[in-house]
Every structure is written in C-alpha cells, then in structure tokens.
C-alpha cells in the first residue's frame, strides 16, 4: 500500500500543481482504490481521465489520475510522472532502513556499555552469570537465556533466565555430550529425537574457562524469527566476555578493576576498529593517503568516507573531547549518524549534514559533557569542486599548486556545544597538482621536552614545501617531523592526517 510520506509528498506536490496550471480540471493519488489526495482548479471536472500505475519493485502500489487533460501528449507525461515517483519509493525504503540500522546499532552499543557496567557491581559467579543472562535476553531476543559451568572439584553451576525450563535437566547433558567444546551448535526442536514441544530452536555456543570441564551459553526459542549470523557473532562476544570475566573472579579478585577495565577497553577497541576505515577509497582525481595514531587503545579521532553517488563522495574527520568508554560510544553515534544523514535520497550539502548530525546528537553530547569537532568536505569527481564545513576543527591546510599554503577556518562551534549550529558550506577546487591537509590536533599540539608545540604554523609550511610531492610522501614527511619534535615525551593525544593531492 502506498503512503505519503514527507519524502516524496513535495514532489507530488509540485506535479500536482504543474498539471492544475496547465489546465486539467483535477490530479489525484490512489492506492487500492482509496483516494489518498486530490488537487482541483475550481472549475467542473471533466469525463475523461486519465490513469498511470505507480509501482514498487514491480508491482503495483497506486495510481496517478487527471481529469480534463485532453491536449496530446498528456498520457507521456502522466506515465513520467508515475515512473518519478515510482524511483522515489525505493529512496525511502532505503531511508528506513538506514535509519532502523542506525537505531540498532545504538542499542546494542549501549546494551554492550550496560552488560559491562552491571557485571562491575557482581563479586561472585552465580550473580554474574545472572546480570549477564538478563543483558543477553535483551540484546538477542530469545525466549530464555542459560548459562551452564563446570569447575574443578565444584558444584556445576547452572543459571536459567528468566525461569527454570521444563525440559531444563535435558538440556545441561546436552551440553556436556557436545562433541567439540569450541563449536557453537544451531538445533532445532526435530533434531536429536527430541519433540518440536520442547524448543522451536536453541543456539548453544561453549566457550573456554580455565580448569573448567565445560561451559557453554544458550538462547532458548529466538523471538518470532530464527537465529541470524549477527546473533551468531554477538552470542559469541557475550560467551567470550563471560569467560573472561569468570575467570577474573576466580583467579584475580585482588586486581579485578584492573582487568575488568582491560575487557571493557577490549570491546570499545574492537567495535572502533571496526567503524573506521582501514584503507581509503579509489577516488577519481586525488591521491588519498590516511594515518591514525592513537595515544591509547581507544581513540578519539574518527574519519569516514562515503559515497552520496556515483559522482560525489563525502571525506569525514572529527575529534571527539574526552576519553575512555564514553568518548569511544559517542564516536561510533556520531560516525552512524553521519553516514544516515549524507546517505539522503536528496543529496544533502556538508552544512546541512553538520546541522541535522547535531540536531540528532546534541542530547547525548550533553549529557556526557563531551563536543566534537568535525569537517566534512563534499568531492564532485566530475567538476573537481571541493565543497565543505567546518564545525569548530582544526587544521585544515590547502594549498594550491604553486601558492602559499593557507588555513581553511571553522566558521562553526563543535558539534554538542550549543543545539543549533550556525554553518556555512564554502567552496574550493582540487585540480593537477593540488593539496588538501586534513588534521586533528594531536599533530600541531605535539610538545617537546621544552613543552613547545609544533604548531600549525609549522605545519602550514611544511605542506607548502612538500607541495609538489606525492601524498604519500606528504604524509610520511608529516607524522616523521611530529614524531622528531616530540621524541623523549610520551604521545598524549591522538594523530589523525588525511592527505589529499589532485591527480
């Protein structure tokens, strides 16, 4: 069934009116035969209509009508519009789904931080292994959540959430007849001879704890579905966090902080590494080359590139205030709702993508009393016009072939400071021999032993000596002139440069 959604009903709007103006008597939008809007131009509507049929992945979904539109070629000109509108349904269908993407992978970054956070407070096995049962029904939406452990010269223990199963006792011995203690197992209710009463489906996934004889996860009865290779991976991440987290409770309890803090870092680490790009794009016109160093194991720099069309490309770099966990969570939020917000069937500018980022984020920042800088610039592979903002980042170098370098300013504060930015896109090109620095501050604020920065002023001419070589070149001559100034100090904060040189 057809909707109209914001997405398309300006444009429907607009062909509705540019029919009325040419002189039909009245256009309509149908679906099912149920009227959905209707413009008139006042006078009586004539007999003759005309229909042409909307479609959505070759089928029908509605209908254009117009009365009174009796000139030639009237009937092409309806059968365009439907065929317009037609191409705008999968545009929302696609909005949608980034948008449930987008929410999805919130939740379960904040059920992640959750399940960490409630397993700080726990100090024995039992109260562990519950905490992490709740978190994991939540997270994989099955029916049931069990946990089963046998240690050494101990009781088996064995954790049922939220209520004992019937069948609870089958289930343990199936566990302990597994024939690999490192395989994850997918049965369903007509395996093993056992009555499809029983369960509808079971993921059983062992995992390793040390000097136990076993141990294993399962979810019992996935809700209204069958269990996915995301609840694949995720199961596994859970089972894999309770190994560890048993074992810093059996064996460790003086320095649990310690390594609890170590696990928690693991994860943020491995779901950060997992959001950047590991190698840049092939872009029509530029050489690309990229280096992130960060100063711990959870970094604050962040940069993305994502492509609007086939013909235009966003370059994103940011830097998130603060570290840990909380600046790790706001990282992955942001670099997800930047990628909905650029990913708009109508192709958004980077002012526009600034502002409604901000406008979906400003809460979370505030909360967590963090901002971000970011600077996102909008390549056309066709014209070679570079358009950009910048929220609050720096530096940002460009230089033209055979110009002096120059500094490319924020006219915009950070991101999670204030909730509405006043932004403006601003325009440049890469051509032949072109340069474009992108960097965060862990480059220019690199200190010395005398505590003096290397600066951006520094920086600025060191782009504009090295102009003429590669982007490679640039970018190894950069972090090798950093890492001199700063050498005998420890790196304190993270080194991000994207480097840019037009082909």
Known sequence: MLELQPLYKDQINTLANAWIESGATSFSIWSQDRLLEKWRNGHPESDETIHSLIRLNGSSVGELRVTGANWRGAEKRLHADAKLISSLLPLEQKRKLLAEELVDAR??????????????????????????????????EAQKVFFFLELEDQEPI????????????????????????????LFSGSQNGVEASIYKNLLLIPFKVYKAKSAALGFLNKVNN???????????????????????????????????????FELAQQIQESLLPKDPPGISGLELQIASQPASRIGGDFYDFVYQSSQKVNLVIGDISGKGIPAALLMAMTL?????????????????????????????????????????????????????????????????????????????????????????????????GD???????GINETSNLSASL???????????????????????????????????????????????KGL
Do not use: W
Not at 236 to 264: C, D, P, W
């Open 226 to 264: 069958e269990f996915s290779s995301a609840d694949l991976k995720l199961g596994k991440s859970i089972a894999h966090y309770a190994g560890s987290q048993i074992e810093n409770l059996h064996f460790i309890r003086s320095n649990i902080e310690m390594v609890r803090s170590e696990t928690e």
């Open 158 to 185: 064995t954790v049922f959430y939220p209520s004992p199963a019937v069948h609870t006792e089958y289930l343990f011995n199936l566990v302990q007849s597994l024939p690999s203690k490192n395989k994850t197992f």
């Open 336 to 432: 997800k709702v930047i990628r909905s917000e650029t990913n708009r069937p109508r192709i958004p500018t980077p002012d526009v993508i600034i502002s409604r980022s901000n406008d979906l984020l400003y809460q979370d920042y505030n909360d967590a009393v963090m901002f971000s800088t970011i600077f996102i610039g909008q390549y056309d592979v066709v014209t070679r016009d570079f358009r950009y903002a910048n929220a609050g980042h720096s530096p940002v170098i460009f230089c033209s072939k055979g110009q002096k370098a120059e500094v490319l300013k924020a006219d915009s504060t950070p991101l999670g400071l204030f909730s509405e930015l006043k932004i403006k896109t601003r325009q440049i090109q890469i051509n032949t």
């Open 435 to 441: 340069v474009l620095v992108l960097a965060t501050d």
């Open 107 to 140: 939740d379960q970054l904040f059920n992640l931080y959750s399940l960490i956070d409630v397993t700080r407070k726990t100090m024995d096995i039992s109260s562990l292994l519950n905490a992490m049962s709740a978190e994991a029904k939540k997270m994989i």
């Open 454 to 500: 290397f600066g951006i002023s520094q920086l600025t001419k060191l782009v504009e000596k090295l102009s003429d070589h590669s982007a490679l070149e640039i970018k190894e001559a950069i972090l090798q002139a950093v890492q001199t100034h700063g050498a005998g100090k420890p790196q304190e904060d993270d080194r991000t440069v994207i480097v840019i």
